[in-house]
């Protein structure tokens, strides 16, 4: 069982930089894949970025790509997603998944879920 909590949403100034958290509990965390998605009122949940157990591998959704990075510590059992150059149409909350097999845009299937961190981009 992995319990995963996000922090590090708010309100910020479109330009603006947020940086996210995500607290994973569990023994197992470094053998797991990690990711971000984000849902906008009225909108679909969508990806938005994903990390390999080890690190090694990243994958971002078009929309952000070249603004965010994901990058994990495996030894403090957290995800982190750093975002620049924010837009308005970023505003979301944001969540935290994992799991032990799925990649990529099939975290959109993944085991574990966080409660989601809010996001808001003043223009």
């Known amino acids: 069982q992995v319990q995963l909590v996000e922090s590090g949403g708010g309100l910020v100034q479109a330009g603006g930089s947020l940086r996210l958290s995500c607290a994973a509990s569990g023994r197992t965390f470094s053998s797991y894949a990690m990711g971000w998605f984000r849902q906008a009122p009225g909108k679909e949940r969508e990806f938005v970025a994903a990390i390999s157990w080890s690190g090694g591998s990243t994958d971002y959704a078009d929309s952000v790509k070249g603004r965010v990075t994901i990058s994990r510590a495996n030894a403090k059992n957290t995800v982190y997603l750093q975002m620049n150059s924010l837009k308005p149409e970023d505003t979301a909350v944001y969540y935290c998944?994992?799991?032990?097999?799925?990649?990529?845009?099939?975290?959109?299937?993944?085991?574990?879920w966080g409660q989601g961190t809010q996001v808001t981009v003043s223009s």
């Open positions: 998944v994992a799991d032990p097999r799925r990649y990529g845009l099939e975290l959109r299937r993944a085991d574990y």
